[in-house]
């Protein structure tokens, strides 16, 4: 392969799996110009098979594939297997987005809430990816499962919604001007800990086919009900020693309960995965009910 077609295959891995939003960005990761970096990316802008801010058409790269020495053609690989990845990369993703929304919260540091807030946006891309990428493969592969596929559509919406409760975690610093008592903060750590662990959890699941794993989870989403319980009730009695007068530590509680709501929607999600993950491997619908009305 010649060190022009070697840069780009590169260059379009790089987009498939890290979603760069800039040419800037494609041209400090491999130590090249963003000219030249504009000189290999614009004849498959204007074809199609790169589309702006940096998605690759599958279809359009299955033929550059063939053009290319070096290149494993994706009619010789699993469509799952790269959507695997993807997921692995969006779920690594949220885990640092959950990390950085909490660190903020641990150390007080509005820029770190503003930085996580900020990833919410690579989370947004990475779904709309895997979308357009499930679509592809069902067209490409006439044997594929279409009620199969999709299922990776609602992984993905699932890390996205878990995104989004990460951004009410990391708004609870920038709008408020309290910190939290230690009290609580032990309980907030031990449901951050937790939820890293059932994301792992439904990840495997759904990647390896672990599904027996939905016991551990099972153990884990009581725990962090319990943990929620015993949040609350410390607010609670934080709240009857506090006097509502000021507008501030009013909303200081309320900001507080949507911290604890969402530690706790995290984990309701993570099982959700899990019931996703069944439904693919074990051909066990999930549930029609959703999981607040459930025993």
Not at 144 to 172: P, Q, T, V, W
Not at 206 to 212: D, L, Q, S
């Amino acid at each position: 392969m010649s060190k022009k077609d070697e840069t780009l295959k590169d260059i379009l891995d790089f987009i498939l799996y890290e979603n760069p939003s800039t040419q800037d960005e494609i041209a400090e990761k491999f130590g090249i110009t963003r000219r030249y970096v504009n000189q290999l990316l614009q004849p498959l802008v204007k074809d199609g098979t790169v589309k702006r801010v940096y998605m690759i058409d599958l279809k359009g790269y299955e033929k550059l594939a063939e053009s290319l020495d070096g290149y494993e053609s994706p009619k010789k690989s699993s469509g799952n297997v790269l959507l695997n990845d993807m997921l692995i990369n969006m779920a690594g993703h949220v885990h640092s987005q959950l990390e950085e929304s909490f660190d903020s919260v641990l150390e007080y540091d509005e820029d770190k809430a503003s930085r996580a807030l900020e990833m919410d946006y690579a989370t947004n891309n990475m779904v709309e990816k895997i979308r357009t990428s499930v679509e592809t493969i069902v067209s490409l592969d006439k044997h594929s499962e279409f009620s199969k596929s999709i299922l990776y559509n609602e992984i993905a919406y699932d890390l996205e919604r878990i995104g989004d409760y990460c951004g009410h975690i990391a708004k609870f610093v920038i709008n408020d001007i309290y910190e939290i008592d230690e009290k609580v903060l032990k309980k907030l750590k031990k449901m951050h800990k937790t939820d890293h662990k059932m994301i792992n959890l439904a990840m495997k699941a759904f990647i390896e086919g672990a599904t027996e794993l939905k016991y551990d989870l099972g153990e884990l989403e009581d725990s962090i009900h319990i943990l929620q319980a015993k949040a609350i009730n410390n607010i609670a009695t934080q709240m009857a020693e506090s006097s509502f007068d000021e507008k501030e530590r009013s909303n200081y509680f309320i900001y507080l309960f949507r911290v604890i709501k969402a530690f706790k929607r995290i984990g309701d999600i993570s099982v959700e995965m899990m019931d996703v993950a069944i439904e693919f491997h074990d051909n066990i619908p999930r549930p029609t009910t959703p999981r607040t009305f459930r025993q």
